[in-house]
């Protein structure tokens, strides 16, 4: 929706206020590390094939029947087609949602559109669409603490249709519990251009009270991207694409578009030789780390007692109560630090066993940290 929009863009400065630090997490890396180029490739041909997908066309039925089936077969089971008329068609947006396991009632939303106008929209916006699969690939056996909606939206190129309809039909009848919603819109990159950097984008205008928020989220967005892809990042601001109903319904934003924008943006030349699918990965890769922090993806932790380096923690995950083990008789210090690097609970532990109550904490991911004479071990605690 964006094309030739943006003879602004990159203007704006990352500001780093009240941005927490962020450190690159080898769980979310092994999980990004399993974005296949193989697959967006094959998707983009797939979505490309069936043609110009405007609203009442079967070009866009075929798409929505391909994208829902795409997620039963990966073993969604909640996905909802919810149905609406503009222009004398009909169409879907296609809402999948994956529930949170601490705070199931809250969501991230990353949504993209799937329809295109005046040409089969390889780039705008097949690019946004496989990559939104690629993300449910990789995280649906992943344990997160908050609920994730991936949503499909159409009517985008009409003038964000679905979006609209899904903020008044959905988001406030329901009154959904929105932490931030993460649009994916244009970012498959020019063919036999340097594609390095992203633009990751904010919330700049009214209304006003959300927009040190959605900032403080951009910039963790485009840490994300540069912990976990090969990119470079811009700031700039949001516009033109379907998070812009939600961020006039008071809802915090963000969201990513290509830096070197295409030509071939609602033409018939929209098409994958024209796009850089080397970029597209990266870009993958980087919002899938983002999304993993956003919704705050929890390893798969064992109860048994397990020793590492001298220390063993367990139950993990706990309910409050966790016993630590020692092997060697001295004094070390504890320390528990939640997910935005605040210090939580600390103490000094001088036997070979010691348990602690910390059902004082609210539920959530802390990092252990142990510190003695001999060595410093920290290691992730869940607590539900």
Not at 27 to 50: A, C, K, M, Q, R
């Amino acid at each position: 929706m964006k094309y030739f929009y943006s003879l602004f863009l990159a203007l704006m400065l990352l500001s780093t206020t009240k941005v927490k630090a962020q450190t690159y997490n080898s769980f979310y890396g092994d999980i990004v590390n399993n974005v296949s180029y193989t697959n967006i490739l094959n998707d983009l041909t797939t979505f490309e094939n069936f043609g110009i997908k405007d609203i009442g066309s079967t070009a866009l039925n075929n798409a929505q029947a391909w994208i829902k089936g795409r997620y039963e077969s990966l073993g969604y089971t909640d996905i909802v087609e919810q149905p609406f008329s503009y222009s004398g068609g009909t169409t879907n947006n296609i809402i999948i949602t994956k529930t949170g396991t601490v705070y199931p009632n809250t969501y991230l939303i990353i949504d993209a559109h799937y329809d295109t106008i005046n040409g089969p929209g390889t780039n705008d916006n097949g690019s946004g669409t496989v990559l939104l699969m690629e993300l449910a690939r990789l995280l649906k056996d992943v344990d997160t603490e908050y609920s994730i909606k991936f949503i499909h939206f159409s009517g985008e190129e009409d003038g964000l249709i679905g979006s609209n309809y899904y903020v008044t039909n959905t988001v406030n009848p329901e009154n959904l519990d929105i932490s931030l919603v993460f649009n994916i819109d244009e970012v498959g990159g020019i063919n036999g251009m340097a594609n390095d950097t992203i633009v990751c984008e904010e919330d700049t205008s009214n209304p006003p009270h959300n927009n040190a928020a959605s900032s403080a989220a951009t910039a963790t967005l485009a840490t994300c991207i540069g912990l976990y892809s090969s990119l470079n990042t811009e700031i700039s601001y949001a516009y033109a694409s379907d998070y812009i109903p939600f961020e006039n319904n008071g809802e915090i934003i963000t969201g990513l578009y290509e830096k070197n924008e295409t030509p071939h943006a609602h033409t018939s030349t929209d098409l994958l030789i024209n796009m850089d699918v080397n970029y597209l990965t990266e870009v993958t890769k980087g919002s899938l780390g983002a999304a993993l922090h956003f919704a705050i993806g929890v390893d798969t932790l064992s109860t048994p007692e397990v020793t590492i380096n001298g220390f063993s923690i367990f139950p993990n995950p706990s309910k409050g109560q966790i016993t630590i083990k020692q092997t060697h008789h001295t004094t070390t210090q504890l320390k528990l630090v939640d997910v935005l690097g605040k210090e939580v609970y600390k103490a000094s532990i001088n036997n070979l066993e010691t348990t602690l109550n910390l059902t004082h904490l609210n539920k959530g991911i802390y990092m252990v940290i142990l510190k003695n004479e001999r060595q410093s071990v920290s290691k992730k605690l869940v607590i539900h």
